[in-house]
């Protein structure tokens, strides 16, 4: 069974732009969330979907938003960006056998320029 | 709020055992997971604790101390592989997917 798949892997991009990031949960999974990782930090949680609808959503700007599709996949997707929003970030999925064990994707390297 | 707090760094000798603190503030408590992840790569579930005590899973143990806000994630017969930084993280609420983590601890097995 596949895991928690994010695309891409690597994307460089220059301030101002914008960029959508793409995941697809374990299959059975409906709870997709998104991280920040900064180099040397924690992941910093941004959004969590379940269902179709938000669930949560951590101190970001409004330049973040996301949206999750009736397959439960997600897209993260950052307006105007700046060099600070430079990290890794991490989708996480969780189902009902989670037990609070989230399982995270690999991750999308951004790097702004 | 919440924060956790562990140690940046710790350095262990392989086949040694080595414990990573971790003590957290907040405003209500649902529970202390530890993942581990590899340089460039994802983060991977250890454990969950609840409940006071030690939970024993292989070589990795998890300890959790309500009354003391504190945890500790316990490696046994380190082997090389076990380099990789852990964190601690706390849920926002009863069954919540919004983790805090802790900053991070770097542990470097040497031989």
């Known amino acids: 069974d596949a895991g928690v798949t994010q695309s891409p892997t690597h994307l460089i991009k220059t301030r101002g732009q914008h960029v959508t990031l793409r995941c697809s949960p374990i299959s059975g999974h409906k709870s997709v969330s998104w991280y920040q990782q900064v180099l040397g930090q924690g992941p910093q949680f941004i959004f969590q979907y379940y269902e179709k609808e938000e669930r949560g959503r951590g101190n970001f700007p409004d330049r973040f938003s996301a949206r999750q599709f009736p397959n439960y996949s997600s897209e993260l997707n950052v307006n105007a960006l700046l060099l600070g929003d430079s990290a890794l970030y991490l989708c996480a999925s969780a189902g009902r056998e989670s037990n609070y064990g989230y399982t995270f994707g690999s991750g999308t390297r951004l790097t702004v320029v | 709020g919440q924060s956790l707090e562990q140690p940046s760094e710790v350095t262990a000798v392989e086949g040694a055992i080595v414990q990573i603190n971790c003590t957290y503030q907040t405003s209500g408590f649902y529970g202390l997971s530890w993942y581990q992840q590899h340089d460039g790569g994802a983060p991977t579930f250890l454990s969950y604790?609840?409940?006071?005590g030690l939970e024993e899973t292989g070589r990795f143990s998890s300890f959790l101390s309500r009354s003391d806000s504190y945890g500790y994630l316990l490696l046994q017969e380190l082997q090389m592989k076990d380099s990789a930084s852990y964190f601690c993280a706390v849920p926002s609420g009863a069954g919540s997917y919004q983790l805090t983590f802790g900053k991070g601890t770097k542990l470097s097995v040497i031989p």
């Open positions: 604790n609840a409940l006071d």
